[in-house]
Nanobody, 127 residues
Framework: QWEVVESGGGLILPGGSLTLSCQVS????????IAWFRQVPGLEREAVSC????????WYGESMKGRSTATRDVGRNTADLLLNSLKPEDTGVYYC????????????????????WGPGTQVTVSS
């Protein structure tokens, strides 16, 4: 079995940038996709990005499209999510998840498709 742990959250000023990291420990199939979701207070968990095998396919959700960049290092079993132009409404808990899911070209992804989740990392955007 494998585990997922996020890091990199914190307090950031509006307009700032932050890089979140996801470490997958233990054996995990490299064909697994790695996704980022976020839980903003008062809203359902929403998908931010999905990066596929070897980082070849990347999908972004509407919530942070154009303000986020997902990358993956298969050799180190890590994935990063760069968040730019952060707004107070981006405040929430960001989760990394992995699973036997093929990242979409169109459409979206759902949390239930991913079988391994990290505990989440808090991102607070505030002045």
């Amino acid at each position: 079995q494998w585990e997922v742990v996020e890091s990199g959250g914190g307090l950031i000023l509006p307009g700032g940038s932050l890089t979140l990291s996801c470490q997958v420990s233990g054996y995990s199939p490299d064909f697994y996709s790695i996704a980022w979701f976020r839980q903003v207070p008062g809203l359902e968990r929403e998908a931010v990005s999905c990066i596929g095998r070897f980082g070849g396919r990347v999908w972004y959700g509407e919530s942070m499209k154009g303000r986020s960049t997902a990358t993956r290092d298969v050799g180190r079993n890590t994935a990063d999510l760069l968040l730019n132009s952060l707004k107070p409404e981006d405040t929430g808990v960001y989760y990394c998840a992995t699973g036997p899911v093929r990242c979409p070209i169109t459409g979206g992804i759902v949390p239930g498709a991913f079988d391994t989740w990290g505990p989440g990392t808090q991102v607070t955007v505030s002045s």
